[in-house]
Structures are given as C-alpha cells and as structure tokens.
C-alpha cells in the first residue's frame, strides 16, 4: 500500500507544499528525502552500508526531527521524522516540518546537546578535521544560559579497551556508533544525564566504524603519534615507516584534495621531512602476500587444506572469525597481513642487509585502519622478544602529525620510497578496495596453474559495492566460484553455508569495512559511501596506469622469496590464528 502525504517546508512561507507518494512502513524523514525538503536531524546515519537492513535512525535521540502531523481526519500530533512510520492513518496528512513552534524546540534540543558536550574544544582529537556538531550548533539560537547546566563531574576517558579510547564528556547521546555497529558490541547503559555509552570487548572486532560517524569524538582510536615522535627523537633507533595503497587516495582530502587523488610521492617526502629514516611501501608486501596466498591456493585446490580458502589481511574479519564463528578458522589463509609482513621481514631480513640491529629499528605503519593497531598487538606477531610493527598511526594520525609539523602534503615534493622492499605493482595497490585482494590473487593464481597470464587482468565482476559479488574463473579446464564480501552485516548467510557444506565458492575475500580498507575506521571522518567509492576508483585507475600490475612480475618480492629458507618464509610470512581469550 502508498501512502500520499504533503509535506509543508516553512509554514510561515506560503509556497514550498509538496505532495509525495511514498510506501506504507516508510518514515516522515524518508518521505522529506523524496519530496527535497529539508527535515533536520543529528543522529541519523546519512546512509547506511551496502546491504544492511538497518535503517539510518531509529532512535530520535538527537530531537532535531520534530514535525507536526495533521492527519486527514483532523487530528494533529507531533512525531520524531526519523522514526515515524507512516501508516494508514497518515494518508492525505499534512506535515509541517518548519514552524516558529518547532524551529524553538529545535534550537531546545541543540542546547540540550550543547551541555551534554563539555569536551575543551582546543585539545579535540577532531582538531585537524572539520567538527559536524559545532556546524550543526551554529545554525541554532542556543542561549545556554536559559538552562541549568547538568550537575556533573568531569570523567576521565576509558582506555580499557585495546584499540578504541571512550571520552564520557563528548558524548552527545546521539548514538550513531550504536546504529553503524556491525556486531551489536555498543550500548547504552543508563537514563538522562546518566546515560553511557559501552563497548562490549568480547563482541568488539575494533573496525572502527563507530569513529568514523561519531560526530563528538566520543570514541577515537588509541593514538600513537607520542610514541612515534619519541622514537624519532632518539638518537640510538633507526625508525622505518610504511604506507598503506588505502592510505594514498584519503590523505588529500584533509588538504582540499578530491577524494581518490593518489598522493604517493608527496607522502614518500613528507615522511621523510618528518624524521623517518627510511620510507617503504606496503604495496610492495600486499604483492608478496598474493604471491603466497596465490601459492597456498593452489595447494588448497591440490587437497592441502580446506576450501573455501577465506583472505586473512583484513584483521577486522580475523577478530569476528575467531569470535562468533571459530570452526571456520581453518578456512582463513595462513598469510600474515602485508603490514605484518612487511614488519616482520623489515626486522628480520632487511635490518641485517642493511647492516642493523634488529633491536635498533622501530617499525611504523600507516594506515587506514583502527584493527590494525589491534593485529599489531597480537601475541603471534613477534618473535625472539621483537614485535613486527611498534606502533600503527592511522590516516587521521598522520594528518594530525602533518598539520602540527606545518606541511600542507599537495605542496610537499615528491619523494622516493627506500629500496628493496618498496617495488610495487598494480595489484598490490588495489589491495585497498573490497574485491581487489581477490581480483589480485586471481592474476597469479592464473599464472601458477596455467602457465599463462590473463588475457585482462581486470575481473570487473568482483568490483563494486554490492555486498556480494562473484565470479567464475577458468583454471585451465577447472571452474572455481569465487566472491567478495564487504561489510560484517554481509557475512552470517555466506559463513553459514560454509557450515552447512553448501558453498558454491572456493575462494573468497572477507574486509570488514563497506568499501574495504579504502573506508577503513582510522581514514577521514565521515560515512559516505560515494567518498569510499571515489578513493577506490583512484586505486584502480593506479592499476590501470602501471605498466606492471601482476604480484608474481614484481622483481624485489621474487628476490626476496629466493633469499629466504622455506623455514624463514612460513616463520615471517604465515601464522595461524584460533579463538581468542575472553577480556573478562
């Protein structure tokens, strides 16, 4: 059943009615999207990701979408647009969305907000970016002093969790973070002025997408730049620093840089500039990863291990496999991530080249992920006492370290990455974007059972941001299934039929985050997918453009296999992971 509603901009401006036509269930707030009119709201999500059954707000916590209803039969009530459904009853309703009535009780709840906020705006961890909730509050007649301000006393944030800081003063109640959760680890505990927001660490898979549309940062990520400037600063360490493909097209953005414009030089400088002393890519290791997971492949398809084969470079994924589906673990690929690769081959390989002491050398990565801090920390990524990677900055970080160091990124010159573990090819760089770690691998796996290289190295049918996609690939007279998975909301009916026996798919690839690491928990606020989007056409567009784009042609990742043992490359380049130890 439609329901036929008019919808009234500015009852106080003659024209501006419009009438739509909309389904019965659907809410006000969807109905002023169709209609254009403006219907303010704080809480809600602008979207939700590719596949999810959530609506973008349930809540009206934020009391900015207030309307008046006047149904057909006269009656007039007012209703939170975010969460109103229409029905029956509201068919042939007039609602008003601007009155001088509701617009008072907008700026009401704006103030509201206001002195839930009591964060100091000068040591803000949003300081380096643009801040929604001072933009939302300007556009309102505040007059804080009509009210009492709350009778609270300031709390100190929650570190507790491994990854994720919670700030209690910051928060605004609008819970965003609750809705974007893909697992249900976010709550709120309590009543008015006493409401909290919690993270459950035994469900958290730390992905980050909480602060991403967290508008007040409430929650952030667990910084390191301290730690890295203290390294820096020390005169006994010599301080390597690698770049994730995702991290190249976001960075700009914080500059005035259309999303997707790959910076790649200007970052290999500015990195430089900041102290680092040498400077490498992680392309280069997500080409020796589909080097290895290509070969484990094939071993798998020989009877050596289970199918389907699932990608384990998305940690985010790795966290929810051990939690809510263990006995799928043997499943996942033994390969380490490339950040842990490249970590583990930069201390255990290259220091010695270079004529280090593995003890001497700090390992840093950037990169667009919150997870990765999370994997960074991970029992199974050291050996002899050394972690593989010291200390992960996210996107945001990176930003933040610029910006204080006086460097607007555009402007800085082009630098060169340091060699031997820096070459890269195409496939590595799409690493970035959901469907290209499986699209990558497919390139090699060609190879090594064919003997031949695909005719197109694009397999377009695994781009995108459907939730799902799939493809069919010949290998030499063999059919294989094959699909890509985005977003954790996807995942239950695929993992399900891996239980059941019934998957058609013999390789799959898993990232966490909607669009993959290109929207990643740790890159610039916000949840667009049409910015997500953007950063991946830049990564694939970089592809397209090398003149190499095959992992098994990258000529530093074959010297490297050809130097190491057969022992050394399982100890730096695989692990194996299982059910995690319960936080509390």
């Known amino acids: 059943m439609s329901i036929e509603v008019t919808l009234v901009r500015d009852e106080r401006v003659p024209a501006g009615r419009v009438t739509v036509t909309i389904p019965e269930g ?17 809480c809600a999500l602008r979207e939700v990701p590719p596949g999810s059954d959530r609506a973008p707000c349930s809540s009206g916590s934020c009391g900015l979408c207030q309307v008046e209803v006047r149904r057909a039969s006269g009656e007039t009530v007012s209703a939170y647009a975010c969460r109103y459904p229409l029905t029956a009853d509201e068919d042939g309703a007039v609602i008003t969305v601007h009155s001088a009535r509701l617009d008072r009780g907008r700026d009401a709840a704006a103030a509201f907000i206001a002195l839930q906020h009591r964060a100091f705006c000068v040591t803000c961890p949003l300081g380096a970016e643009q801040c929604e909730l001072r933009a939302m509050l300007a556009g309102h007649d505040l007059r804080l002093d009509r009210f009492p301000r709350p009778d ?21 109640l609008c819970r965003r973070c609750e809705t974007i959760c893909p697992v249900g680890a976010i709550q709120f505990s309590g009543r008015g002025h006493d409401t909290r927001v919690l993270i459950d660490p035994d469900r958290c898979v730390s992905c980050g997408q909480c602060t991403q549309v967290c508008p007040a940062a409430a929650i952030v990520e667990k910084p390191a730049i301290e730690q890295v400037h203290r390294a820096l600063a020390d005169p006994d360490t010599f301080v390597t620093v690698q770049v994730a493909p995702a991290v190249r097209v976001a960075v700009g953005e914080a500059f005035g840089v259309a999303p997707g414009t790959n ?57 929810y496999v051990e939690i809510f589906w263990p006995d799928l673990l043997p499943h996942l690929s033994t390969c380490r991530s490339p950040q842990q690769m490249l970590g583990a081959v930069t201390k255990r390989w290259w220091a010695h080249q270079a004529g280090l002491d593995p003890s001497t050398v700090v390992s840093v990565s950037v990169m667009p992920c919150t997870a990765k801090k999370l994997e960074a920390g991970r029992e199974e990524m050291a050996d002899g006492g050394l972690r593989h990677v010291d200390h992960v900055l996210t996107t945001r970080e990176l930003i933040r370290m610029l910006k204080a160091a ?7 010159p082009e630098g060169a990455p340091t060699p031997m573990l820096s070459e890269s090819t195409g496939a590595g760089v799409i690493f970035g974007a959901t469907g290209g770690v499986l699209e990558a691998t497919l390139r090699t796996v060609h190879a090594m059972v064919t003997g031949t290289e695909l005719s197109d190295p694009e397999v377009r049918a695994v781009r995108g941001t459907a939730g799902i996609r799939s493809a069919t690939v010949d290998l030499a007279g063999r059919s294989i299934e094959v699909a890509a998975v985005h977003g954790l909301h996807n995942l239950p009916p695929l993992l399900q039929q891996i239980r059941d026996g019934s998957t058609p798919y ?79």
């Open 263 to 319: 910076l790649i030089g200007n970052l290999y400088g500015a990195l430089r500039l900041l102290g680092f002393d040498a400077v490498f890519d992680t392309d280069f290791s997500a080409d020796l990863t589909v080097v290895e997971e290509a070969a484990e492949l094939v071993g798998r398809l020989d009877g050596h291990g289970a199918l389907p084969m699932i990608t384990s470079c998305c940690p985010g994924w790795v966290r």
């Open 506 to 584: 013999t390789f799959i690839e898993v990232m966490a985050c909607p669009g993959g690491c290109v929207g990643g928990g740790g890159q610039p606020h916000g949840f667009d997918m049409t910015v997500r989007r953007e950063r991946a056409a830049g990564l694939f567009t970089t592809d397209a453009d090398l003149p190499v784009r095959r992992s098994h042609q990258n000529t530093e990742v074959a010297a490297l296999r050809a130097a190491l043992t057969d022992d050394e490359r399982r100890r730096l380049l695989h692990t194996r992971y299982r059910p995690p130890h319960r936080c509390r």
């Open 152 to 172: 609270r006393r300031p709390e100190p944030p929650d570190e507790s969790h491994p990854v994720l800081v919670l700030r209690p003063d910051n928060c605004v």
């Open 406 to 412: 006086g460097l607007r990124l555009p402007d800085v």
């Open 26 to 42: 659907a809410t006000i707030k969807q109905a002023a999207d169709l209609a254009g009119v403006d219907c303010p709201t704080f």
